[in-house]
Structure formats: structure tokens, C-alpha cells
């Protein structure tokens, strides 16, 4: 098995809150002026020092119910009677700054606020905002360079969705990137895209996501400057992201689990033998295959990391000699020590108990953990 030492080990947990708003900086006639609502959905990253949480193995649950109590405020509330302009980049900062310094969170990585499923901010271990976007095409494609019989190799076609990412502070806008903005940048795109097949289109005769997530800087980094990266969905399971410069696929799947806390305190709920439905997100590095047109194949993923999946689904896990304890973090570091032995590529797993509460496993630095 190969040695590993994390250099990023990442608490997360989320909130969800209900409320309304306006945003009068926008330009006159701009539908966000008039009073709307959202359900947010707020999330926090954090490296935790030892001995934060009531008990090792307790951190999820502790950064969770700070996080609750510090969005509860917002919860059903004008959000305009805490924030003159409640922008999402405005939320996830007061959101961070009230997690510092009344919550007692420390370490903060990333604070994030969706406001729609398909737009929202990430506030990066800087503090720079990356705004981001999500849109959907219907496409065909093929893979002309994989061995015979692959299945790729044949026509198929995807509901493909894309996000773009944008950081705020490169643009030196008063209210950041308005989500109209990048809708009028990715139209002609969605045109270009949209029920048609991608090999028949110039520079994506060989359209691996890690090419059309290139292929898509190269249109929008000269007329989106704040252009931090494009993430490509080739299925709801996997795709690619490029900033530029690197190459970076995930596979995502769920397993479901028992496990019970082995330091959780007796009475605790956490103590018992409970369960979840986990989200369980591989992230490989590496440079592009410039035949294949792909970093590593998602199937060569799927294949290979198999028999580490059937060693953790449908399983006490409390019963696995060398995992440490049942807490998400032991289970991610589990699984990336493991996974790395089949894998060399991984560097990164995201296990996620619920809904943006997990923790996250980095085998380098990343100053930015792209969402994916």
C-alpha cells in the first residue's frame, strides 16, 4: 500500500435556510430587484485541530450544529434586514465571518451559499469569491481513439451539464458577476452544443470531458477574464474539470453502511450501531493522455477500485481491522490510503454521511477545492 500524508484534512457540514430579499445595486428592471426568495444552501470547510469537537470522531456533528446555529438567524427572515445587499457572495462572508468569530470555528477553508440548484458562490481559504453557473446540453459523441470494443467507441450521447466558475475579485465589479452575464456568454455556446454531435464540431473530433472542459476555456477565458475553471458532467456520476493548466476527474459513488463511533460518549446516538447512504467522491490527477484525449479512464476507475467498494458497502464497518473509527474522516483517509495502492492518480476523496456533510481527504495542497 502505498504511504500517505494528507496535507489537507476537511470537516464540512451544511445548512439549509429559508428566506427573501432584493438586491438594489442591480440595474433598474433587473428581476432580482424585486422582492423573491430562495431555499440557500450554505456549506463550510474546515481543518479542525484535535480536541475541538466534544469527542474524536465528533467533528461532523459539532461543525454541523454551529453552522445551523449561525444560519439560523436567516432562516424565514428578510435577509435585507441583516444585509443592505444580500448577494450570495454577501451571505458566505457574513456566514464565515459569524463562524470565526461567535462560533468559535476555526481553520476555515471554504464557505459556500447556493442560493438556486443551478447558481451560487464559493468563498475560497483567500477569501476570493468564485461565483458559479450550471447549464445543460443534449448531445452524441464518440470516443474515435479507444480500443475496440470499448463502449465508448460507439455513438452514444449524454445529458452533458456544465459549470462555470468565475472569480469574483479578478473583474472588480461593485456587486460581483451577475448570473445574466454568464448566461449571455454561454449562449452561443449552447448553440453551438446543443443536440448536435460533438465530433462533427472543430477542436472536439475526440470529445473526452477532460477535451470539451479545454475546449470551453479556450472560448470563454478571453471574454471572461474572472474564468477560475470549467467543470464538464459527462454523466450525474463523473466528469472532468480544467483551469487552465490541470487535469482533474472524479467518479462518484454511493455505498450504504453501518458504523458506530468508537470515542462517542455512552447515551449518545453516535455510539450505537447506526447508518448511512454515503456519497463517496473519487478525485484523480494527471497529466492528458494527448492520444486518448483523457487523464484516466472512468471505466479503468470503476474496475479498479471495485474490490476496495465491495470491502466497505453493505458493511459494518465497525468490523474493518485497520479503520481507525466509524467517523467520516477516518473512512476517507481509509479509503484514499487504499485507493491510492490500486489508483496512483487519486489524490483526493469526499465521503459525505448527508447532504454537504462529510469530510474531505487531500493527498497535496489545493488551495482551491473545486465543488463539484
Not at 121 to 137: E, N, S, T
Not at 141 to 160: E, T
Not at 263 to 283: C, D, K
Amino acid at each position: 500500500m502505498h504511504s500517505l500524508t494528507p496535507t489537507h484534512l476537511l470537516h464540512s457540514a451544511s445548512a439549509v435556510f429559508e428566506a427573501a430579499l432584493q438586491v438594489g445595486l442591480l440595474p433598474e428592471g433587473h428581476r432580482s430587484r424585486r422582492l423573491h426568495g430562495h431555499s440557500f444552501f450554505a456549506t463550510v470547510r474546515a481543518a479542525l485541530p484535535a480536541g475541538w469537537a466534544p469527542f474524536a470522531g465528533g467533528e461532523v456533528a459539532e461543525l454541523q450544529r454551529r453552522m445551523e446555529a449561525c444560519t439560523a438567524p436567516l432562516d424565514y427572515a428578510l435577509l435585507n434586514d441583516t444585509l443592505p445587499q444580500p448577494t450570495d457572495e454577501n451571505l458566505a462572508r457574513w456566514i464565515r465571518a459569524r463562524l470565526e468569530t461567535e462560533f468559535g470555528v476555526p481553520g476555515i477553508h471554504q464557505v459556500g451559499v447556493q442560493s438556486t440548484p443551478h447558481c451560487g458562490v464559493d468563498l475560497d481559504a483567500a477569501g476570493q469569491a468564485h461565483a458559479w453557473r450550471r447549464y445543460r446540453f443534449q448531445a452524441a459523441h464518440r470516443l474515435p481513439n479507444v480500443p475496440a470494443g470499448h463502449k465508448c467507441g460507439r455513438m452514444h450521447g449524454h445529458g452533458f451539464e456544465v459549470i462555470l466558475h468565475a472569480n469574483q475579485d479578478v473583474g472588480g465589479r461593485d456587486i460581483g458577476i451577475d448570473y445574466d452575464h454568464l448566461d449571455e456568454l454561454w449562449a452561443p455556446l449552447h448553440f453551438e452544443l446543443n443536440y448536435h454531435c460533438l465530433n462533427e464540431i472543430p477542436g472536439l473530433e475526440n470529445p473526452t470531458s477532460e477535451v470539451i472542459s479545454a475546449w470551453l476555456w479556450q472560448r470563454l477565458k478571453p471574454v471572461l477574464p474572472e474564468l477560475s475553471w470549467v467543470t464538464v458532467y459527462e454523466t450525474g456520476s463523473c466528469g472532468a474539470n480544467f483551469d487552465g493548466t490541470h487535469y482533474r476527474i472524479w467518479k462518484e459513488l454511493t455505498l450504504d453502511s453501518a458504523i458506530r463511533l468508537r470515542h462517542a460518549p455512552e447515551g449518545s446516538p453516535l455510539a450505537a450501531i447506526h447508518g448511512h447512504t454515503y456519497t463517496l467522491r473519487l478525485h484523480l490527477s494527471a497529466p492528458l493522455d494527448a492520444v486518448m484525449g483523457w487523464t484516466v479512464d472512468f471505466g479503468d476507475v470503476k474496475t479498479l477500485f471495485d474490490p476496495i467498494f465491495k470491502a466497505i458497502d453493505h458493511r459494518p464497518l465497525y468490523e474493518i481491522a485497520d479503520l481507525p473509527d466509524g467517523d467520516a474522516m477516518s473512512l476517507a483517509h481509509w479509503v484514499l490510503a487504499k485507493g491510492r495502492a490500486a489508483l496512483p492518480e487519486l489524490d483526493r476523496v469526499d465521503l459525505y454521511e448527508t447532504r454537504g456533510c462529510g469530510a474531505i481527504v487531500s493527498a497535496q495542497d489545493e488551495t482551491e477545492l473545486v465543488p463539484v
